[in-house]
């Protein structure tokens, strides 16, 4: 069965405060590992797609990176707007597309005190 | 573009009631997808579709039913509402991997 694992929780950073979120994932066949940011009261919004260890991506103060078994999202001198809830998503399977094959976590929930 | 829309966004039904969530997309995409959100469990799925005419369970469609006549339309059926339903509704679209998530539907069931 599929798994994904994000940790912490809960992170309370100050502004300015650098710090990284974590997904540990087990899954068969990889097919792509997906960042979300979530908003109080909204939908998740779609940051990032990985597809293969060693691959990195970056958004303004946000970095992900993946390897064969976590992606780390590194948020760098975070300000206040960048609180919210981080969700890891992984896709498997034979899928061609959509929510097919897709596992979610369950979140972190990040807040940047000014 | 107005991306994925969902009506209403809040609903209160008493247990036994039906009533259907509406998803429309405006992005031409071929998956759509409905998802309930509960404290401390995630997002977890209730149906997809892949195209229009063909929809799937996901890992909890007990409950719940839906159709997709259109490639805009997806609209999710709750046959006779109980409290376990009470949940926060979000309905997605993709085109590939990628899900664009929609406001979502807050629905309590008393």
């Known amino acids: 069965e599929d798994q994904v694992t994000q940790s912490p929780e809960a992170l309370r950073l100050q502004e300015g405060e650098s710090s990284s979120l974590n997904c540990s994932y087990t899954?068969?066949?990889?097919?792509?590992l997906f960042w979300y940011r979530q908003d109080p009261g909204k939908g998740p919004e779609f940051l990032f797609t990985l597809y293969s260890a060693g691959e990195e991506k970056e958004k303004e103060r946000l970095k992900a990176t993946l390897t064969k078994k976590e992606s780390f999202l590194h948020i760098t001198a975070p300000k206040p707007e960048d609180s919210a809830t981080y969700l890891c998503a992984v896709q498997a399977g034979e899928s061609g597309g959509g929510a097919d094959g897709l596992t979610f976590g369950k979140g972190t929930h990040l807040i940047i005190q000014p | 573009n107005a991306g994925v829309t969902q009506t209403p966004k809040f609903q209160v039904l008493k247990t036994g009631q039906s009533m259907t969530l509406q998803c429309a997309q405006d992005m031409n995409h071929e998956y759509m997808s409905w998802y309930r959100q509960d404290p401390g469990m995630g997002l977890r799925l209730i149906h997809y579709s892949v195209g229009a005419g063909i929809t799937d369970q996901g890992e909890v469609p007990n409950g719940y039913n839906v159709s997709r006549s259109t490639t805009e339309d997806f609209p999710l059926r709750l046959l006779s509402a109980a409290p376990s339903q009470t949940s926060v509704y979000f309905c997605a679209s993709s085109w590939g991997y990628e899900q664009y998530f929609g406001p979502g539907t807050r629905l309590t069931v008393t």
């Open positions: 899954v068969s066949g990889l097919r792509g």
